[in-house]
């Protein structure tokens, strides 16, 4: 089949909503499909977003594609006779984060016009489709609620789980994803002054914010925990993601209100290593069972704290919820045959 996958990118940014695209097409092409990816440059300037939307809602696809997929928003303005929605996330400014400190869009009579007009096209977008899947629960309760439309979970896997695998747990909590605020890594090193075990913490990735992670470090010699807190603020190739979580005590994953259980909290299983997350962390929750695939705590350090001491004490419990978490990832038929089946019915 020829199939085109269109999406949204921010330009040189790379991560979670590119990983999803690009291993689909890698995927697929290895199953005998003609396969091409087409992005287009995306930014929620306020601005700019209607004449964005508007770039993919004039092009003209059906003459070279079979089927087109759709991943990140605003690639669903797409026309296609046969188009399959994967979403992975609204605009979300003008969706669940309206009104909260984490949306940028101002609540006024120029804001609200460009809501309207935002979730009206969403509306009319994703009722073409032949079919909408969503990355999560959450992402699906979303949809329903703000726009009316039923859709089907597709949790997406990892591209190469072989690659994670499990060895001896060691002292280390690792935190491999991008360091910024609402993924809060400064409540993970403001946990570290609660522990009173040797527990570590390791914080992987890359900022779009060099001063957050300045912070981070900051924060650390506050507290008297930095000998015990490394950081590395750079690129972590997949290799060295199992690399680190081979030998980890376990992974933490904090996101404020996540999309999806998210792609650490994944990497992680395969490697049958449990996360601790925390109750406010949206899609995570749907993968992390407190007390069998991790630990979940309130958004509060002291929480966090208590939990990562009881993963560096109770190695037994650790192990156990580490193989649970591996099992889960079958459990919820998180592999690619099942992915592509589906998309492609």
């Not at 969706?95 to 609540?107: E, K, M, R």
């Not at 060295?240 to 994953?253: G, I, P, Q, V, W």
């Not at 193989?323 to 690619?336: K, M, P, Q, T």
Request: hydrophobic share 45%; net charge negative.
């Amino acid at each position: 089949m020829r199939i085109g996958i269109v999406s949204s990118a921010v330009p040189l940014v790379y991560g979670g909503g590119r990983f999803i695209v690009d291993w689909l097409n890698e995927k697929l092409t290895a199953r005998g499909h003609q396969v091409e990816t087409v992005y287009l440059p995306f930014v929620e300037y306020q601005d700019q977003i209607l004449s964005q939307t508007a770039a993919f809602r004039m092009m003209k696809l059906d003459d070279y594609f079979e089927q087109v997929i759709t991943i990140r928003p605003p690639a669903h303005a797409v026309r296609h006779r046969r188009k399959v929605v994967w979403f992975i996330h609204h605009l979300r400014g003008f969706y669940d984060l309206w009104g909260t400190p984490y949306g940028a869009v101002p609540d006024h009579a120029a804001g609200r016009a460009l809501r309207d007009a935002v979730m009206a096209a969403d509306n009319e977008f994703l009722s073409e489709a032949r079919h909408v899947f969503t990355n999560s629960r959450v992402v699906g309760d979303r949809l329903r609620r703000f726009n009316g439309v039923a859709s089907d979970i597709l949790y997406p896997p990892i591209l190469r789980p072989e690659m994670f695998v499990a060895g001896a747990y060691g002292d280390e909590i690792v935190s491999v994803c991008r360091m910024e605020h609402h993924k809060r890594q400064h409540l993970m090193v403001e946990a570290m002054a609660h522990t009173r075990t040797a527990v570590r913490l390791r914080l992987c990735g890359l900022s779009m914010h060099p001063a957050y992670v300045e912070g981070l470090r900051r924060r650390a010699l506050e507290l008297g925990v930095a000998d015990r807190v490394t950081v590395e603020e750079r690129w972590i190739s997949e290799q060295e993601k199992a690399d680190r979580l081979e030998n980890a005590l376990a992974s933490a994953y904090l996101p404020f209100d996540e999309d999806s259980y998210g792609y650490p909290t994944i990497e992680a299983a395969h490697a049958a290593r449990c996360t601790v997350t925390v109750s406010d962390s949206g899609g995570v929750a749907e993968f992390v069972q407190d007390g069998v695939t991790g630990l979940m705590t309130g958004p509060d350090a002291a929480e966090l704290g208590a939990a990562f001491d009881r993963l560096y004490a109770d190695r037994a419990l650790t192990a156990r919820m580490g193989a649970a978490a591996r099992e889960r990832v079958a459990e919820l038929g998180i592999d690619w045959d099942t992915t592509i089946e589906r998309l492609l019915a």
